[in-house]
């Protein structure tokens, strides 16, 4: 069964440690993610961008594929299926399908839409028992080759955004989707502490976790991270187990190509960073 996320992720502030959120993009990583947080007995979030979920077939497709898998595959940890970066749409289509957890990003509203579609998500969440996420100082990444850096987020900001309702917060602290280019500042551990200081025991975010440092990540879940978001570095190790398969010859070899035996290296991969990403955060036995 699917849970929210709140109550994951106030154990893991309380317990500082974080919870990571793994995005899916089809049925391979989702078995792989959803077996390993069983093998290490860790809680997880299955992260769905509103991309993936179209490229998946759809929300209501997304939510029978897990929602089959943790049955079959006996999955008994806590498992919340999160909307990544929703728009107000995608938020409302994916309550309706049934997932556990959506985040809404409304950083390119004016501050004033923001708060009233923010307002009004978090009634139609808690009215189901579904986590909301929110989002203050935009993430910076890459778009159309041009890294933009990560802004800031208001700490004043996020504490009118967090009494909201919301259930836990993404600020932006200088952190960036993707890659980090060679200059990156590092992470603004000022922002963080401020921000945890006006919002006290709300559970904060942090995007973009490939590529920090582990004692960054350390730092960050010690000021008050419990939740952090990985995605590129699972494209990375897939694409890059996928390749050397390939480039090995081996599907062109005997009867003909197998997409399973395809598919199968960068299930163990993904299964290998998830296992490591859940140690650095933490989250190892605490299902
Ligand atoms: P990365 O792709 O940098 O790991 O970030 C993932 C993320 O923040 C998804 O919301």
């Known amino acids: 069964m699917l849970v929210s996320a709140t109550e994951m992720l106030k154990k893991a502030k309380a317990g500082k440690y974080a919870v990571g959120q793994f995005n899916i993009n089809n049925l391979e990583w989702t078995k792989a993610i959803l077996l390993t947080a069983q093998e290490n007995n860790s809680p997880v979030i299955l992260g769905v961008s509103e991309g993936a979920g179209k490229y998946m077939a759809g929300y209501p497709t997304v939510v029978g594929m897990v929602t089959g898998m943790i049955k079959s595959l006996n999955i008994t940890v806590p498992v919340a299926l999160h909307l990544d970066h929703g728009s107000f749409d995608g938020c409302l289509k994916c309550i309706e399908a049934g997932f556990s957890s959506v985040m809404f990003d409304g950083s390119h509203y004016a501050i004033e839409e923001n708060v009233a579609k923010t307002t009004e998500l978090v009634k139609l969440c808690h009215e189901k028992g579904i986590s909301i996420e929110a989002e203050v100082g935009s993430i910076g990444g890459e778009e159309d080759g041009v890294v933009g ?125 998830v296992k490591e990403k859940m140690e650095l955060f933490g989250s190892i036995g605490k299902a």
């Open 149 to 273: 850096a990560g802004e800031c987020a208001d700490p004043n900001e996020c504490k009118m955004i967090a009494d909201l309702g919301v259930d836990f917060l993404a600020a932006g602290i200088g952190n960036i989707h993707g890659k980090y280019p060679e200059n990156w500042k590092g992470l603004s551990f000022e922002t963080l502490d401020a921000v945890q200081q006006k919002t006290g025991d709300l559970p904060l975010v942090l995007h973009g976790g490939t590529g920090i440092p582990a004692e960054m990540i350390q730092k960050a879940i010690s000021l008050g991270v419990a939740k952090i978001n990985v995605n590129t570095e699972c494209q990375l190790s897939f694409a890059e187990a996928t390749r050397k398969y390939i480039e090995a010859g081996k599907d062109l070899e005997g009867k003909g190509f197998d997409p399973r035996k395809l598919l199968a290296p960068g299930f163990e991969a993904i299964k290998a960073t």
